[in-house]
């Protein structure tokens, strides 16, 4: 399945379509945020995407109970979501200017929105598609809202059960999105390898008939590699300008120098699916020449036979292929041959 956002085609026969996701990673900064665009940009990325909402639209302010991260090992463990949300909102007076600053650069600009007023902010500024957080694909009033512009839409699958993403797939189609990809993710931040469980893409697309890609929290470019490998057009990576100057993000997000590695190995693991082949290719003609086939080993006069000790199959490849070497021994040799001799078959007599 070919979807196009914005003019640039995604599916099986395009270079993976890479994603790199600012979040909070601007630290509150806009001339940090447009550095993460420019940057962004050097690395070779399709595109930017930040995230669209306030701390009133996603929670309620409220220190206490299930409103405060409390659990060992939480990233976020001591904060009030509300906190959390503050530190990472992208103002929204913020996003016209980045997404000007993409323009200028040439990549795409879109968003995650995750209320009906942050999808009506960014139909003022017409985003060529939409992604849906993991935390969201549970949200069918949302996905219907996103649905409805027509738009093509991202939808990231973490925590959902097949019969959840059926909802979801389901609500986006009736209300009237035609283009949607599902992105494997695991929830969790950073995520583990073991806990990525890739093989679940070529899956997805199978139920669904998406598009399928890879939502990556692992650290390093690996798992986005197998992904494409196993068929993910899609590949979206968190994105700073780098990891020690902290964020809420900054953990599980790759600095510039390995989100350019990312776009140059996802693209080489694309290239080198290729298609069923079988045979030498147009680069290996050249080499069967170094093949090994049948050379005489000694200097022959005509009559003799050919044995294990003046025949033999070495490199290169001019002569018969050694499958005849059984045929040819015990045969005469037909006229007089140097050692070197290529064996064809008009020397066998």
């Not at 990233?75 to 959390?84: F, Q």
Request: one cysteine or more; glycine letters at 6%.
């Amino acid at each position: 399945m070919t979807i196009n956002i914005a003019g640039r085609l995604i599916g099986p026969a395009e270079p993976p379509f890479i994603i790199a996701e600012m979040s909070g990673n601007h630290n509150q900064s806009l001339e940090r945020a447009l550095e993460i665009v420019e940057a962004a940009a050097r690395c070779g990325v399709d595109a930017m995407k930040i995230q669209t909402y306030t701390a009133d639209t996603m929670t309620l302010d409220l220190r206490e109970r299930e409103f405060f991260v409390s659990d060992p090992g939480n990233l976020w463990t001591g904060r009030s979501l509300y906190e959390l949300y503050q530190e990472a909102h992208t103002p929204w007076e913020w996003h016209k200017p980045i997404m000007e600053r993409c323009q200028e650069l040439g990549i795409i600009f879109f968003s995650t929105p995750f209320d009906a007023t942050s999808v009506d902010f960014l139909e003022s500024l017409q985003v060529p598609c939409y992604k849906i957080a993991s935390f969201e694909n549970i949200d069918l009033p949302l996905l219907r809202k996103v649905a409805r512009t027509g738009k093509p839409m991202i939808i990231s699958t973490g925590m959902a059960t097949v019969a959840e993403l059926d909802e979801a797939v389901r609500a986006a189609r009736e209300a009237g999105c035609r283009e949607i990809v599902l992105l494997k993710c695991t929830s969790s931040y950073p995520a583990t390898p073991e806990s990525s469980n890739l093989r679940t893409i070529p899956h997805l697309h199978e139920l669904f008939n998406v598009g399928v890609g890879l939502s990556d929290h692992t650290m390093g470019v690996g798992a986005a590699v197998t992904a494409v490998a196993l068929g993910a057009t899609v590949i979206e990576k968190h994105f700073t300008l780098n990891r020690a100057d902290g964020g809420v993000d900054s953990v599980f997000s790759l600095e510039p120098d390995e989100m350019q590695s990312l776009v140059v190995e996802t693209k080489r693991a694309w290239q080198a699916l290729g298609c069923v082949s079988y045979g030498p290719t147009e680069t290996e003609k050249k080499s069967l020449q170094y093949r090994r086939s049948l050379y005489v080993a000694e200097h022959m006069r005509a009559g003799e036979f050919f044995s294990t000790a003046n025949l033999r199959a070495i490199r290169p490849g001019l002569g018969l292929p050694p499958k005849y070497f059984d045929i040819v021994v015990g045969k005469k040799v037909s006229k007089d041959v140097s050692k070197g001799t290529p064996l064809s078959w008009n020397l066998i007599s």
